[in-house]
């Protein structure tokens, strides 16, 4: 991978191994909000005492306030709750899609870079139709297709990840196999699936697990679109995208968007932040 | 031997007093015209104003878009109709100057009026009535053009009898056509338009109507302009005004966003804003802008419960239901004050609608008690269970109305306290159209939002006898229910048929087959100030053939 | 031209006919096991009130009831052909459908494509010539932070903050000028970063090859060095990223078309698939491959002329992002 390796590259000749190792603040800053994150979508009940599905009525459409920090939506309900009890469902579904992209990516890379030949054909092309059509389009049409829900959202997210995974682990395999330790390996008549177990997926998997946190933060950002165009979960539902989209027909009271807005964003930055920190220190 | 229904007469006479009065006035205010509603102001010429609209709907096959809730705005400017049904449901004379029926309501008689003809040249004559009512019985189903859905199914055929009478018959009596008449579907089409295949007719361009706009413009998915035509003379009295229109153009906007709707009106871009979320409605106002939240006459917007699933096939279960909604609640919470409390499973306005909101009044305990009545015990965890099944209910929100979600959500609390386990499911119009039905196995409620021109029209849905909807899957199990059907049909006049009706609503509310939610508000206007005297007619379809800008 | 370049040319050609034929025939696949059609929904409507045995009625006279494997091929030879058919919903042909709002979405993809190279050279100028103290680590944060944000969110602020508040634009009139340049900020902005990941990737690694010291010993000018030493070899790939952002700037125009009201493909993709106009999808759908594989052979075509270091060995091209290369589409991923 060029570009990437481009990167690597002038990161690790401009820094000291040691300097790069050495965590930046705003990394270590970038871990904290992820792991507040993962915290309210375990136990979102030790984070606020109102529920994110019954609210007061009367209260309704209130501002941030130290009562209700983020306000209250449309039926008095209490945002931040909502916020963080739909931190589950947000991260799951993101989570859902890289796995799907990991996954079914991996194992078509690994298939085309480890057998070559016809299977490396046959897949480049199939790969080569999955990158041609627009990405989020074809999330589009395949949530669509299976319908609207944020899990098939997430599905449809995954899916159109696929074409990307599978070029990394495919040039990957490529360059391991071509490694002169893994040629000896065959030399020394090691199994091809005990060579494929033993060098080549440990090996791949090192450029695939930024580029997997990294597609993480993309997924949320394509979920809260699908979920903005309407292809999301029913009430009471309250994903971050969900929350966006309710939040923009009531931009009179411009926390409902903001609000899930900006936890979103900072989530999706922090992300990469860190996705970015892994790569450097690989 | 022939006669008008009473119902017709009586309207007849309001009309012409009406219009008398208003001729007398029009004579002391100016010469320039004249409109009831709002008489402080003058009319004046010119001026262009932009509508903004959610959608412009999908095909612009006359009989296949003409009862969209979007589409309908533009048909209403450009065509005409026989007869004119106002808000309170009151049918007037248009295009048809009068008509008669025989006893039995099986033969109408329309004398149409003479002079008026459609944009592209052709005459509106007997032979283009009988081209329209024609192709709205049967459309082309082949060609891809659909009948107009809630025609009556009863025609049989009309004939010309000479330039300006038309004959209609029908298999069996049929009150109900008079006002179907005034209803959005059916418009009056040239033609030489009725003439063209399919995609042709969905070029709106190419299609003539008779109305006091004619298209200039307009592009899918984006915008229709409409400017007046100028030789136009034949509006419909009840408005008071039969000229040409005031306003030289309207454009139809497309922006999807409701929020970016009402801001373009806020901020002077445009002058009415269709579809505004109700929270905003209360500070517009206060802004100075003219809200408009017309009810249009129908079924008001509730559920159809499905008697075939348990344990909605326990009357004191779906009493329980009818009881323990906060319909109040609702009300302050997700609309505004001017949205009104059902009375009655169709609109308070609807002629033949009678008061039984004493049924639909919130009584917790009561509905506490006719659930332990059946059966149904509460658990630890507050959710009533009955032979080791909690008392569930899915609810399907109705993708037409915007507010649905928020309602379903707001009753599914209400009905929490009392220990039901409520879900809700959302689709997409497309999705809804083909997972929920009237009666469908997984639909204990069938969200309802109908129109309609006539009480009548409630015959149909009651049972599945005559290709009825059986909305409530109860085939032909309730006999009461079929007897008052079967009554309310064949009634020949309004006097004999707004008792059965009367009865019909108390049943019906008190079987709990019907839960009513809140009267149906499902156009909302929020207009600049300066646009004048437009119109809302029985479908809640704004008109601005009589509106204008005041100083 | 040597014959290894026509060679490899025609090899490619061949690719790209392939690869936008089975994305058509994928297309199909996926839309056709879409649940519903426009024609059932219309009738559906409850405001029509058809029963449901004069629902199949109307449909069985449509003859909607073919099976999948015949609609494929008479769709197929129809896109042969250039016969994109008619859409079921709105009765209309599809390629009038597509030619009314194509140049709408062009314009928007255009300037929006103009405004994400004009930010991202800013930026990557930034990074290199502002003083550290300046905020040069926080402008190298910016791609990271233009990612972050989804467009909605960038286009529901700009069209309040300058529609609204300023009044610079008038929403309801979004083919305007103004209207048309925040749009394309919107759709610019998260493309802006992929294209400034990659140059000042480049710019770094190109700034410290030797000649870039030399030139700066020389006394050259700062901006002079930028434009001619570091942008130049930058931009090549660059050219790469542009070809492969095509697909996102037709994939956000869906969003940026929703949110500011333009009437183009994404809002016609938006309608289509509201009500499951199975052909406009398809037509759409192939179009996008269509640009994306033509746009990238251009690209793979010229890249062996442009660049004398890529070489073309026995019909491979060596371009950065090459088929055995992962990059194409990952432009983000590799860059951030």
């Given at each position: 991978m060029t570009f990437a390796s481009n990167l690597t590259l002038s990161a690790s000749t401009r820094n000291s191994w040691a300097e790069a190792l050495r965590m930046p603040a705003i990394v270590a800053l970038s871990f904290v909000v992820v792991a507040t994150i993962i915290a309210w979508s375990v136990a979102p009940q030790l984070f606020t005492t109102y529920s994110p599905v019954i609210?007061?009525?009367?209260?309704?459409?209130?501002?941030?306030?130290?009562?209700?920090w983020f306000g209250t939506d449309h039926l008095g309900r209490d945002l931040y709750a909502r916020v963080v009890y739909g931190t589950a469902s947000s991260v799951s579904s993101a989570l859902v899609a890289v796995v799907i992209g990991v996954l079914a990516g991996g194992f078509i890379g690994l298939l085309a870079g480890f057998l070559g030949g016809w299977v490396d054909v046959v897949l480049a092309r199939l790969v080569d139709v999955l990158l041609s059509i627009p990405k989020f389009l074809l999330a589009v049409i395949v949530v669509t297709a299976i319908g609207f829900e944020t899990i098939n959202a997430a599905i449809a997210t995954g899916v159109s990840a696929v074409a990307i995974f599978a070029r990394v682990t495919r040039a990957e395999v490529i360059k391991t196999r071509q490694a002169t330790f893994v040629e000896a390996a065959f030399l020394s008549g090691g199994s091809r699936w005990y060579i494929l177990w033993r060098h080549v997926l440990p090996n791949a998997s090192r450029s695939v697990l930024p580029l997997a946190v990294l597609q993480f933060g993309e997924s949320i950002l394509v979920i809260a679109s699908l979920a903005f165009l309407g292809y999301g979960d029913p009430p009471p539902a309250s994903d971050w995208g969900l929350l966006i989209s309710i939040g923009k027909d009531y931009l009179k009271w411009p926390w409902l968007v903001y609000a899930p807005a900006f936890i979103t964003i900072l989530t999706v930055l922090s992300v990469n932040r860190i996705s970015r920190w892994l790569r450097k220190t690989d | 031997m022939t006669e008008r229904s009473s119902l017709l007469s009586l309207s007849r006479r309001r009309l012409l007093i009406t219009t008398s009065a208003v001729a007398a006035a029009a004579l002391l205010v100016s010469a320039t015209g004249f409109t009831p509603a709002q008489a402080a102001d003058t009319p004046k010429d010119g001026g262009d104003i932009t509508f903004l609209i959610d959608s412009l709907g999908d095909s612009w096959i006359p009989n296949n878009s003409a009862i969209s809730s979007f589409q309908g705005h533009i048909w209403g400017h450009v065509t005409d109709k026989l007869l004119y049904v106002d808000a309170e449901g009151k049918v007037s004379p248009w295009l048809a100057e009068r008509w008669e029926q025989n006893d039995n309501a099986t033969e109408f008689t329309l004398y149409l009026k003479n002079g008026v003809t459609f944009s592209d040249g052709a005459p509106l004559d007997a032979a283009a009535v009988v081209a329209n009512l024609d192709i709205w019985y049967a459309g082309r189903k082949n060609e891809g053009i659909n009948p107009i859905?809630?025609?009556?199914?009863?025609y049989d055929r009309a004939e010309?009898?000479?330039?300006s009478t038309v004959k209609v018959f029908f298999k069996k009596p049929t009150l109900g056509f008079i006002p179907t008449l005034g209803y959005h579907g059916s418009i009056l089409i040239s033609p030489k338009s009725i003439g063209q295949p399919a995609s042709e007719q969905a070029?709106?361009?190419?299609t003539a109507g008779s109305g006091p706009y004619v298209v200039e413009s307009w592009k899918e998915g984006d915008h229709v302009t409409l400017v007046k035509r100028?030789?136009?003379?034949?509006?419909?009295a009840a408005v008071g005004h039969t000229g040409p229109?005031?306003?030289d153009s309207i454009t139809y906007k497309l922006v999807s966003e409701p929020s970016i709707r009402v801001a373009s009106v806020q901020s002077g871009q445009a002058d009415v804003a269709y579809?505004?979320?109700?929270?905003?409605?209360k500070s517009l106002k206060e802004e100075g802008f003219t809200i408009a939240t017309p009810r249009y006459l129908?079924?008001?917007?509730g559920w159809a419960v499905n008697t075939k699933i348990a344990p909605y096939d326990d009357v004191k279960v779906r009493q329980a239901l009818q009881t323990g909604i906060n319909r109040q609640e609702i009300i302050d919470t997700v609309y505004t004050p001017d949205w009104k409390l059902p009375?009655?499973?169709?609109?308070?306005?609807?002629?033949?609608a009678t008061d039984h909101g004493a049924l639909l009044a919130y009584h917790p305990d009561k509905a506490e008690k006719l659930l332990d009545e059946a059966g149904w015990v509460k658990g630890a965890d507050g959710i009533r269970v009955k032979d080791g099944k909690p008392l569930t209910l899915t609810l399907h929100s109705n993708p037409?109305?915007?507010t649905s979600k928020s309602v379903d959500e707001l009753i599914s609390q209400q009905l929490g306290k009392l220990g039901w386990k409520v879900n809700i499911r959302a689709y997409d119009v497309v999705t809804y159209g083909e997972?929920?039905?009237?009666?469908?196995?997984?639909?204990?409620t069938y969200e309802v939002t109908r129109s309609f021109i006539?009480?009548?029209?409630?015959a149909g849905i009651l049972?599945?006898?005559?290709?009825?909807?059986n909305w409530f899957a109860l085939d032909d199990r309730d006999t009461t229910l079929n007897g008052l059907r079967d009554k309310i049909a064949g009634a020949g006049s309004a006097e004999e048929r707004n008792p059965l009706l009367d009865t019909l609503q108390e049943y019906v509310l008190d079987q709990g087959y019907f839960i009513p939610r809140t009267q149906i508000v499902q156009r909302i206007y929020v207009q600049s100030?300066?646009?004048?005297g437009e119109v809302y007619n029985g479908v809640a379809y704004a008109s601005y053939y009589t509106a204008f800008i005041a100083d | 031209m040597s014959n290894a370049y026509l060679t490899y040319a025609a090899k490619r050609l061949g690719q790209a006919v392939v690869v936008i034929l089975l994305a058509y025939v994928f297309t199909f696949v996926v839309v056709s096991i879409?649940?519903?059609d426009p024609i059932t929904s219309v009738l559906r409507n409850?405001?029509?009130?058809?029963s449901e045995e004069e629902i199949a009625e109307i449909i069985a006279a449509q003859g909607l009831d073919k099976p999948v494997i015949i609609q494929l091929w008479n769709s197929l030879t129809g896109f042969l052909t250039g016969d994109l058919g008619m859409s079921m919903?709105?009765?209309?042909?599809v390629s009038t459908l597509i030619s009314e709002v194509l140049p709408s979405t062009l314009i928007l993809a255009s300037v929006g494509l103009a405004v994400a190279l004009i930010l991202a050279i800013v930026v990557a100028y930034g990074t290199r010539?502002?003083?550290?103290?300046?905020g040069q680590g926080l402008l190298r944060g910016f791609p990271s932070l233009f990612l972050s944000v989804p467009n909605f969110v960038i286009g529901l602020v700009l069209i309040h903050l300058f529609?609204?508040?300023?009044?610079?634009?008038?929403?309801?009139?979004?083919?305007s000028f103004w209207a048309t340049l925040f749009a394309a900020i919107a759709l610019g902005i998260p493309i802006s970063a992929q294209i400034a990941e990659v140059l000042i990737a480049n710019l770094d690694k190109e700034a410290e090859q030797e000649y870039a010291a030399v030139a700066r010993s020389r006394g050259l000018g700062q901006a002079r060095l930028f434009a001619k030493h570091l942008l130049k070899p930058a931009s090549l790939p660059v050219v790469t990223v542009i070809a492969l952002t095509i697909g996102e700037l037709l994939g956000g125009s869906l969003i940026t078309e929703t949110v500011f009201g333009r009437t183009g493909i994404g809002s016609l993709v938006q309608r289509s698939v509201s009500t499951q106009d199975l052909p406009v999808l398809q037509a759409i759908v192939s179009l996008g491959a269509v640009i994306f594989v033509l746009v990238n052979l251009v690209a793979d075509l010229l890249y062996p002329l442009l660049d004398p270091r890529v070489k073309i060995l026995g019909g491979q091209k060596r371009r950065p992002?090459?088929?055995?290369?992962?990059?194409i589409g990952s432009t983000k991923a590799v860059t951030s």
């Open positions: 609210g007061v009525p009367a209260d309704k459409l209130l501002g941030p306030s130290t009562a209700h | 859905g809630l025609f009556p199914k009863t010309a009898v000479d330039a070029d709106l361009s190419k100028k030789d136009y003379n034949w509006g419909p229109a005031f306003l579809n505004a979320s109700p929270q905003e409605l129908g079924f008001v917007n009375t009655s499973f169709i609109q308070s306005n609807v002629p033949g037409y109305l915007a997972k929920v039905k009237y009666g469908g196995p997984a639909i204990p006539d009480a009548g029209t409630v049972t599945n006898a005559n290709n009825g909807e100030p300066t646009l004048k | 879409l649940p519903g409850p405001q029509n009130g058809f919903r709105s009765n209309r042909p010539f502002l003083p550290k103290r300046y529609g609204f508040q300023l009044g610079i634009f008038r929403v309801i009139n979004p083919d992002t090459t088929a055995d290369e992962p990059s």
